[in-house]
C-alpha cells in the first residue's frame, strides 16, 4: 500500500481484516517494522481519537511520532498555484509538504471540508495538495469527503460482534445542531459495500449523500422501516449533500432512541464519536448494554496499526 486517503486503496479487505485481528492480539508483533521511521500528523481540525490512535499505532510499532495543529500553531498555508502572497498566508504548499516530507517517513493529514465549496471538498483539495507535493506516503486522518481509517475500524467492529454471517446493518441520519461532513458515511458506505451484510441508509428525504458513493445501495426514508430486523444500528448526522452544507432538517423524530432500537433485532449501537447525546441519541441507548461505542473507537488503534504496517512493508521492498 502506498498511500491510504480513501477506502478505494484497499486492494484485499479479507486479508487487511486479518492482518488487524493479528495486530489486535499481538499488538508489538511487528514492533521492529517502525525502527527509526517517523510518522507526522498534521491537523488542520481538532481531534480525540485519531490523534490518540494513531500516536499509539506508530509508538506499537517502534514509530517516532510528531503532531502538528496547523490550525492554530503551524503557518497558515497557501494551496493556490500562482498565488500572489501579500494576505496572512505565510508559507506555500509546495514547500511545507517538501520540506515535512524530509522529516517523516509518513505524512497523515486531518482536514475537514469547506461544506461551502463542493468542487474543493469532492477533489480533497488539502490531501490531494499533499499528494502531489510530499515525497513520501500520505495518510488521510479524515478528510473532505472521507474517513477511511474510521471505516476499517467500523467494519472490524462489526466482524467481532455480528451473531450471523450477513447482519443487516443500517446507517441512519440523526439530527445535529451543526452543519457536519460527509466524509464518515461516505467511507462506511464504501465500506458496508464491499462487506457481506445486508445494508440499508435511512435519511430524511432530501439528506440523499453523492450518488457516485450510494450507488445501488437501499435508501429508506422510514426510518422504523429500516430499523426492523437490524442487527447493527449505526448512527451519523451529515449535512444537506445537495444542498450543500447546510441544514435542512433538525427533525428531533430522528433521534436514536429506545422505543427505535426496540424495532431491531436487538441491535448494537455505533457511533464514531464525538457524539451530542440526547441529539443523535439518548442517554438510554448510549449508556445502554447495546452501545459498542466504546470498543468501536478502541479499535480505531489497531486499523491504523495495520495500515501503518502495510505501508511500511511496501517501503521496504
Ligand atoms: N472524526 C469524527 C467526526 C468528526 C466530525 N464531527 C464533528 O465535527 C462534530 C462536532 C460537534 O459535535 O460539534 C464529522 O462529523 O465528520
Ligand atoms: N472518530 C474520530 O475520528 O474521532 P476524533 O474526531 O476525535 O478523532
Known sequence: MKH??????????????????????????????GTNKTIGLLFFNPSLRT????????????????????????????????????????????????????????????????????????????????????????????????HPLQAVADILTIQEYKT??????????????????????NSFIKMMQKSNVDFVITHPKGYELNPDITKNSTILYDQDEAFQNADFIYAKNWSNYNDYGKITSQDPSWMVT???????????????????RNQIVSDAVLDGDNSIVIPQANNRTYATQAILTKILQDEDH
Open 51 to 146: 490523534r490518540l490512535s494513531t500516536q499509539k499505532a506508530a509508538v506499537n510499532l517502534g514509530m517516532n511520532c510528531i503532531t502538528l495543529n496547523l490550525n492554530n500553531e503551524g503557518w497558515s498555508l497557501e494551496f493556490e498555484d500562482g498565488a500572489v502572497m501579500d494576505g496572512n498566508k505565510a508559507e506555500h504548499i509546495k514547500e511545507a509538504a517538501q520540506v515535512v516530507s524530509q522529516y517523516c517517513d509518513i505524512i497523515a493529514i486531518r482536514s475537514f471540508p469547506t461544506l461551502t465549496d463542493k468542487e474543493k471538498d469532492e477533489a480533497e483539495h488539502v490531501i490531494h495538495s499533499f499528494l502531489q507535493y510530499a515525497t513520501v506516503p500520505v495518510i488521510s486522518l479524515e478528510g473532505a469527503s472521507e
Open 164 to 185: 450471523k454471517q450477513k447482519p443487516k446493518v443500517v446507517l441512519t441520519w440523526a439530527p445535529h445542531p451543526k452543519a457536519l461532513p460527509h466524509a464518515v458515511p
Open 258 to 276: 429506545t422505543e427505535k432500537m426496540a424495532l431491531t433485532n436487538n441491535a448494537k449501537f455505533m457511533h464514531c464519536l464525538p457524539v451530542r
Open 4 to 33: 491510504f486517503t480513501t477506502v478505494n486503496h484497499i486492494d484485499d479487505l479479507d486479508s487487511l481484516l486479518l492482518l488487524v485481528k493479528q495486530i489486535k492480539s499481538d499488538p508489538y508483533s511487528y514492533k521492529e517494522l
